[in-house]
Every structure is written in structure tokens, then in C-alpha cells.
């Protein structure tokens, strides 16, 4: 305890500078947990967060035992499997393919071009879709019409939900989420690829045998955190895209919770369901830094 204290106040500038960021993570990431033990009472707004009689796991076991859990399991997990399935690689490749462009102008063209996605607003991008896939004004529509085929409601369509979701994501996201590859790809050491050149090695092979494993740390974090989001479908995206038609594949965890707790004010048995996504994301989280841990050596912790 003196020795923290004595680094506090040696390096006090420092301590100064992130104070604001951890006041700001302690009033919106730690105090509101305060609120998790309404996941285990029966809520009374009028005896506040404190109040309401403790029922334990009653509203754990309804939402386990009810008709709802596998399909929102099964929808929330194959979105995000599918989304990291392909979504995962994608900033990966592009990082590795902007590193390969030699001109300066044309590489900061490029990586702006693939940026500039990511700065679209959700509700615009679901318009967007919805635009464009309109069966009746859409290019969609207007391609089967010229193929002379009847046009398809494809944001109507359940089988096809999940496709539409995933290359969306992919096409806002995978830009942006290349920064941080490019950063580590800045990071290897120039003579490496100077050492390759004169031993002959070809583009594909430098790849191969520089570019990949200096990047493969940075892989295994990213891929890490990713798995302790696994359950975390944005709501925000899933809850615009859904439709009566598409509902049996759309509905997510968190578009429920939303809809249980917010619109039928049933706030115990939503933060019961929020609060048991979190745990399954926690179980993922250890897991993969464990297994991560103990083959390559990398880990959170």
C-alpha cells in the first residue's frame, strides 16, 4: 500500500490525466451494477432499486423454462457466430492488402474510402437497406425485374435476415476495424522484409512468414475480446431490421430484454435475462483466454 501511494504521488500528472476517464467508468460501468439485485427481486418502483420482496432465481428459471429461450439462444448465437465467422478475417485482409500499396496517396485513398462507412449512423444504414432491398423501388427489385424474375422482399425474408446483417456489418466495420492491424503491421521491423527481398522471397511468401505472424498477437487479443461479446448482439441494428416476417430469426437477447423490460415494464425478469447474457459472455470470455493461454501463450490475464 506505501509503495502504490509513493508511485501516486511521483507520477501524480499521470494519475491526474485518466482520472476523468475512470470517473466516467465508474459512474456508468460500476455504480449502475448496484442495479443486478433487481434481477433477483420482485421490483417496486415505489421502494426504489433496494425495494421489492427477494424471489432468488425465480426469474431465471421462468426465462430458461420459457418458450422463447432456445430460439433466442439459437438466433443470438448464430448471428454472432456467423458475423464473427466472416467479420473476424475481413479487417484482417484488408489491413494486410492496404500494406502492400507502396504509393502513399493512393494507400491513404484507399483506407479512407474503407473508413468512411463506419461514420454512418445506424438509423441512416438500416434505411439505407431498406431503400436499396425494396422490392418494389430497390436495385434490388429493379435487378430481378431485368433478370425477369418476380422481385423478392428480402428484408421480409427470414432465411435471408442473417445474410443481409452479416455483409452489412462487414461493409460498415471492416475498415474501420483494420486500424489497429495496420498499426501492428507498422511495427515490424523494415529489415525483416529487406532480409526477405534479398534471400528472394515473393510478396505472397513475405506475407506469409512477416506479415502474419507479426500480426498474430494482435489477433489472438481481438479475438479474445470478440468471444466475450459472443451474446452481445447490437440491438440497435437487429431492432430496426426487424419485421413481423423476419421476427423468427431477428429476435436476439437483448431486442427481448428491451421489449420485456422497457414496453411491458417488466423490469426484474429483464435484468434477470440481461444479467444471465452476461454471465454466458463472461463463461466464453475466461474460456477462450484460457485455452488462448495455455497454446500460444497470449492472453488478457
Known amino acids: 500500500m506505501n509503495t502504490l501511494i509513493k508511485h501516486i504521488r511521483k507520477k501524480y500528472q499521470l494519475y491526474i490525466m485518466i482520472l476523468p476517464a475512470l470517473t466516467i467508468i465508474l459512474l456508468f460501468n460500476y455504480l449502475p451494477m448496484y442495479g443486478l439485485q433487481l434481477a433477483f427481486r420482485d421490483f417496486d418502483m415505489s421502494k426504489g432499486l433496494t425495494g421489492g420482496t427477494f424471489v432468488g432465481l425465480k426469474y431465471f428459471t421462468k426465462f430458461i423454462q420459457g418458450n422463447q429461450f432456445v430460439t433466442l439462444i439459437k438466433n443470438t448465437s448464430l448471428i454472432s457466430f456467423f458475423t464473427l465467422l466472416a467479420g473476424f478475417p475481413t479487417p484482417i485482409i484488408l489491413a494486410l492488402l492496404f500494406n502492400q500499396i507502396r504509393n502513399s496517396t493512393q494507400r491513404k485513398t484507399v483506407q479512407t474510402i474503407a473508413y468512411v462507412p463506419h461514420f454512418i449512423s445506424m438509423i441512416v444504414l438500416v434505411g439505407m437497406l431498406l431503400v436499396f432491398l425494396s422490392p418494389t423501388s430497390g436495385i434490388a427489385g429493379n435487378v430481378f425485374r431485368v433478370l425477369g424474375k418476380d422481385p423478392i422482399n428480402i428484408m421480409g425474408e427470414a432465411k435471408l435476415f442473417r445474410l443481409v446483417y452479416v455483409i452489412s456489418e462487414i461493409w460498415q466495420h471492416s475498415g474501420w476495424n483494420s486500424i489497429i492491424y495496420i498499426a501492428a503491421l507498422s511495427s515490424i521491423d523494415p529489415q525483416l522484409y529487406e532480409a526477405a527481398k534479398v534471400d528472394g522471397a515473393s510478396r505472397f511468401r513475405r506475407i506469409l512468414h512477416i506479415d502474419i505472424p507479426g500480426l498474430l498477437p494482435t489477433i489472438i487479443i481481438l479475438l479474445i475480446l470478440n468471444a466475450g461479446g459472443i451474446m452481445s448482439v447490437g440491438f440497435e441494428k437487429i431492432f430496426l431490421?426487424?419485421?413481423?416476417?423476419?421476427?423468427?430469426?431477428?429476435?436476439?437477447?437483448?431486442?427481448?430484454?428491451?421489449?420485456?423490460?422497457?414496453?411491458?415494464?417488466q423490469i426484474s425478469y429483464s435484468s434477470a435475462i440481461g444479467l444471465f447474457n452476461t454471465l454466458i459472455n463472461f463463461i466464453f470470455l475466461v474460456t477462450v483466454n484460457q485455452i488462448s493461454k495455455r497454446t500460444n501463450n497470449t492472453s488478457l490475464w
Open 241 to 265: 431490421m426487424q419485421n413481423s416476417l423476419n421476427l423468427s430469426v431477428s429476435e436476439v437477447i437483448s431486442t427481448y430484454t428491451y421489449k420485456i423490460g422497457i414496453i411491458n415494464n
